[in-house]
C-alpha cells in the first residue's frame, strides 16, 4: 500500500514535472520566434521578400557569398512573400526586433527611414564606391540625402506587349521613337471582344510614367511634397479613365486589391500592352504563351519619360553589431552577387559594370537599347512618408474613377488628402 | 489570480471523483494540477489578456509603429467621431450585417428543412452544403473573383446567354458590397445547416405525430411545434452569425481591398488599414474597442430579447 501510494506520488511529481518542462519549452518556443536582434558571435538575421523556393534560394546563395567573404559571418535568412513583408516588417519594427539587415524598395526608403542607419559616413569602411552604382538608384536610397540601402537591382517602368499580337494584326512594334498616336492606333486596331488593347491597372506606379510624358510632373514635387491635385494629373487620369469608358481598348478594372491583376491580364493574353519592370520580364517570357516585347514609354507631349525603381539592402537600428552588417550589405550588393542575380535573371544589376550580365546570361540583347533609352528619359520614383496612404487611396478610388462611376477629380482629391 | 481559480475547481473533481473529500488531497492534487494549468494559463496570460488590455491602453495614445508613443487621453475616440471614412466603414458592416444574418439563418434554416425528412442522399446533401464551410475562405474568394471580374464565368456566361454582360461587381460601388455578401453567405450557411439539421433530428417524433393526428399540416407542424423547439438552437446560431458578421474582413480584403472607394471598408477592414497600413496602433486600438462595445451591446440585447422566444422546455 504504502509503496503503491509513494509511486502514485512519484508519477504525480513527474506529471507535474512534464507539466513545468512543457510551459519551460513554451516559453522557450516563444523566445526562439523573435527574429530580430544580433549577438557578438558573428550571427546576422537578413529579411527579404521572395515569390518562390527558386527566389529564396538564389537569395541564399547570395547570403552565403557574405560568408565566404568573411567566415566569421554567419547569416540567417528570413523571407515572406512581397505583400506580407511589408506588414511583417512593421511589426517586427514595432517591437524593436527587426531583423539586422533588411530588404527596402527605394520608393519607401521615406517610410522606413527611422528603422534604417545612415550608411554614408561607412562607405570607405565598408569598401563601397558610389559611383559604380547607377545614380539613378544610388540616389533612390537617399532620404534627405542620407544614403539609407544600398541598391541590388533597378529598372525603369517600360512597355511590355504582346509581339504575337502585333505581328498577326499587322502593326508595326512599338520601338524607340513611338508616339502616344502610336500607341492609340495599335490599341484600337488590337481591341476586339474580350482582348483589349491596353491593361489599365488602378496602381499609382503604372500611372505616374504616362503623366510624365504628357505633362511633364511626378507625384511628387521638387519640394517632396506630394502634388496630384493638379490640372496635369486631371489631364492625363482623364485621358486614362477614357481609355476604357470612351475609347474602350481597355477593359474595365476588375478591384482595388490587386496589383498582380494588371501583369496577369497580360500575361493570360487578354490584353496587347501593359506597363511593368525588367525585374518581371524573364518570369513574363517564361510564363506567357506569346512572345513577349518591351518598348520604352509612347512619347506624350513631354516626350517619352518614365520612373525609374529599385531595391535594395538595408541596416536596421536595433542591430546590435552595425559595423558587421554593413559589410555584410557591401558584400549582397557587391560585383559577385550582382554578376550572379544578374545572369540568373533574378535582378537587372544596380552596378552598371555588371549589367551586362542580365542581357547575355538572358538573351536580352534586343532589349539593351529600350532599357538603356528608358533609363536615360527616367526621374528616380520620389514618394512620401506617407506613400502606403496614398497607393492605397489610389487604388481603392481609381477603381471607381476609371469605370466611369465616379469623376478623377474626386480621386485626386481623395488621394491628395493623404499628404497630410 | 486566473490560475488559483481553475486548480481549486480541477482538485475538487478529483476529490469527489476519488469518493470523499478530503483537505490534504485538495492540496496535493492543487500542487499538481499547477503544472498542467501553467501552459495554458500562460497563453491565455501572454495571448489573450495582455493583448486585450494592452490595445485598451493603446487607444488613449498616438502609437505610430516606428517612434514614440504620446498620451492622446480620448484623441483618437473624438477622432472617430468626426471621420468620415469611419462612419463609412460603421455603415457597411451594418448593412453587411443586415443584409448576411437573416439570409444566412433563413437560408440555412430552409435548407436544414428540406433534408430533414428521410430523403434520399441526405448525408450527402449535409456534406456538399458543409464543404463552403471548411474550405479555406482565401480560396472561396478568390474562386469568386474570378467568376465575379469582367469576362469572367458569369460575365461571359451571361454574355453568350442573353447577349449582356454582367456587371462589373467587384469594380461597381453599388454592386461590391452585395457580392460580398452574397460570397460570405455561400462560405457560412453550411455551419449554421449542421446547427439546425441536428437540432431537428432531436425534435421527438411523438409530438409531430401527435399534431398530425390532431390534424396539423406540415406547414402548421414546422411553425408550431419544429420551430419553438429549434429556437435554442436558433439563438445560438444567430448570436454568433451576428458577432462574426461585425467581423467581417477577409472576403472584403480578397475580393475588393476594400474598394472600389471605400465601398467594402468594413469596420475590421477599416482596423487593419489603419494599423498595419496606415501604421496608426493607437487609432485601430480605439476602431477595435468600438467595434467590441457594439457587438457586446447587441449581444447583450440579444440575450435580454431571447427571454421572450426562446424555448428551453420540451
Known sequence: ?420 | MAVTAPIVVGGDTTATARGGPSHGYRKGDGRSAIPFLTPGAIGFLAFTLFPVFASLAMSFFDWPVLGSPSFLGFGNYSELLSDTTFRTALVNTLVFVVLYVPINIVLSLGLAAWISPRIKGRRFYRVVFFVPAVTPIVGNAVVFSLLLTPNGLIDSTMKSLFGVGAPNFLGSTSWALPAVVMMSVWQGFGYNLLVFSAAMDAVPPSLTEAASIDGAGTVRQFFSIVLPLLSPSIFFATVLTLISSFQVFTQAYVLTGGGPGSSTTTLVMYLYQSGFQFFRLGFASAVAWVLFVIIMFITGLQFLAQKKWVHYDQ
Not at chain 1, 171 to 195: C, H, N, R, V, Y
Not at chain 1, 207 to 219: D, E, F, K, R, T
Not at chain 1, 327 to 339: D, H, M, Q, R, S
Open chain 1, 1 to 420: 500500500m504504502s509503496v503503491s501510494s509513494s509511486s502514485a506520488f512519484s508519477r504525480r511529481r513527474l506529471l507535474g514535472m512534464t507539466g513545468a518542462s512543457a510551459a519551460a519549452l513554451a516559453l522557450a518556443a516563444c523566445g526562439g520566434s523573435d527574429s530580430g536582434g544580433s549577438s557578438s558571435d558573428g550571427a546576422l538575421t537578413w529579411y527579404m521578400w521572395s515569390g518562390s523556393n527558386a527566389e529564396a534560394d538564389a537569395w541564399k546563395y547570395v547570403g552565403d557569398l557574405v560568408t565566404k567573404a568573411d567566415p566569421t559571418t554567419k547569416i540567417t535568412f528570413q523571407t515572406s512573400t512581397f505583400n506580407d513583408f511589408w506588414t511583417k516588417l512593421t511589426s517586427q519594427a514595432a517591437s524593436g526586433k527587426s531583423a539586422d539587415i533588411v530588404g527596402m524598395q527605394a520608393q519607401r526608403t521615406p517610410q522606413f527611414q527611422q528603422l534604417l542607419v545612415p550608411l554614408d559616413d561607412s562607405l570607405a569602411a565598408m569598401g563601397v564606391d558610389g559611383s559604380e552604382f547607377d545614380s539613378k538608384i544610388y540616389d533612390g536610397m537617399k532620404v534627405d540625402g542620407k544614403l539609407v540601402a544600398l541598391p541590388y537591382d533597378f529598372g525603369p517602368s517600360v512597355i511590355f506587349y504582346n509581339r504575337t499580337a502585333f505581328q498577326a494584326a499587322g502593326l508595326p512594334e512599338p520601338a524607340i521613337g513611338w508616339t502616344q498616336d502610336d500607341f492609340m492606333t495599335a490599341a484600337k486596331a488590337l481591341t476586339k471582344d474580350s482582348f483589349y488593347g491596353y491593361n489599365a491597372g488602378s496602381v499609382i506606379d503604372g500611372v505616374v510614367p504616362w503623366v510624365l510624358s504628357q505633362n511633364g510632373v511626378a507625384a511628387v514635387n521638387d519640394a517632396g511634397d506630394l502634388d496630384v491635385d493638379n490640372d496635369a494629373w486631371k489631364q492625363t487620369l482623364q485621358w486614362y479613365a477614357d481609355l476604357i469608358t470612351k475609347e474602350k481598348v481597355a477593359a474595365p478594372v476588375p478591384s482595388a486589391n490587386s496589383s498582380a491583376a494588371a501583369t496577369n491580364q497580360f500575361l493570360s493574353g487578354n490584353a496587347a500592352m501593359t506597363i511593368d519592370g525588367p525585374w518581371s520580364l524573364i518570369n513574363a517570357r517564361a510564363t506567357a504563351k506569346f512572345e513577349v516585347g518591351i518598348a520604352p514609354m509612347p512619347a506624350g507631349a513631354s516626350g517619352s519619360k518614365t520612373v525609374t525603381a529599385g531595391s535594395g539592402f538595408g541596416v536596421s537600428t536595433s542591430c546590435k553589431d552595425p559595423e558587421r552588417a554593413k559589410k555584410a550589405v557591401a558584400v549582397l550588393t557587391g560585383v559577385e552577387a550582382e554578376t550572379y542575380l544578374g545572369t540568373q535573371g533574378r535582378a537587372f544589376p544596380s552596378r552598371t559594370a555588371q549589367q551586362t550580365a542580365w542581357y547575355e546570361g538572358n538573351q536580352l540583347q534586343s532589349a539593351k537599347d529600350v532599357m538603356d533609352f528608358s533609363i536615360e528619359n527616367s526621374v528616380p520614383f520620389r514618394t512620401t512618408a506617407k506613400w502606403t496612404q496614398v497607393n492605397d487611396t489610389f487604388s481603392r478610388y481609381a477603381v471607381s474613377a476609371f469605370n466611369g462611376d465616379s469623376t478623377v477629380a474626386d480621386l485626386v482629391s481623395r488621394v491628395q488628402a493623404q499628404s497630410k
